[in-house]
């Protein structure tokens, strides 16, 4: 059974506008949520993260909103930009070695 | 240079063949971890390792053998290679909750 979930498998925006990325999860025993960004023929790098104990994490255009009540997780790019345009994978973290992704969203930002 | 990286970049092999894939991390994580990319399924964990002398499955070990004699390397064997291990495989190594990913081999299995 999917832990975390990734309904989305692709999005397109147009640059300038908002991106909104969205993650569900079955199971509430999670510390950590996190965002990876991953071009193609590179591994995935670390983007944004969130501490179960908060609902908000802001660093520049990236903004990650955890709502615990409905188990979902959402990443806003604010303005996207063509550099934007990846695979983005959540990732759930409930303790040290424990790292599970959801499946990934291929958003394209177009110029 | 300081980082995760993974060898080869890119492999070919035949079905029924032993191949193995090696990372290496320069940072000293104790977790090291083991992903397979396949369109529709994402990151799947094959297997994962908390320390050295300590291994443990993941999602999707059948098929695949791990270990890790020293810190800084978890190499990874297919024992007998399968077409359906032709995948883009993803080293990673964490000392908190943040992963580090290598940037992947991509194997072939003919």
Redesign the interface.
């Known amino acids: 059974d999917q832990q975390v979930k990734q309904n989305s498998p692709s999005l397109s925006v147009q640059e300038g506008r908002i991106s909104i990325l969205n993650c569900d999860y079955t199971n509430s025993m999670f510390d950590y949520f996190l965002w990876y960004k991953k071009y193609p023929a590179e591994g995935p790098t670390f983007l944004i993260s969130i501490s179960s104990i908060k609902d908000k994490n802001e660093d520049g255009r990236f903004t990650v909103f955890l709502n615990k009540s409905a188990k979902h997780l959402s990443l806003h790019i604010v303005p996207s930009q063509p550099g934007d345009s990846a695979v983005y994978f959540c990732s759930l973290v409930r303790s040290q070695g424990n790292l599970i992704f959801g499946k990934g969203t291929k958003l394209s930002v177009k110029p | 240079d300081a980082g995760i990286t993974q060898s080869p970049r890119y492999k070919i092999t035949e079905t029924g063949r032993q191949v193995t894939l090696m990372c290496h991390q320069t940072w000293s994580h ?2 090291m ?1 083991w ?1 397979r990319q396949d369109l ?6 094959i297997y ?1 390792s ?1 320390a050295a002398d300590i291994t443990d499955k993941g999602e999707v070990p059948d098929g695949y053998v791990v270990s890790r004699s020293k810190t800084e390397n978890f190499p990874l064997t297919l024992e007998s290679a399968t077409r359906s291990q032709t995948s883009v495989y ?1 080293c ?1 190594s ?1 000392a ?9 081999t991509r194997l072939t299995v003919v």
Do not use: D, K, P
Request: charged share 10%; proline share 0%.
């Open positions: 104790s977790y971890f992903y529709g399924h994402g990151l799947r964990l994962y908390a993803f990673a964490s908190g909750y943040e992963a580090f990913f290598g940037q992947g």
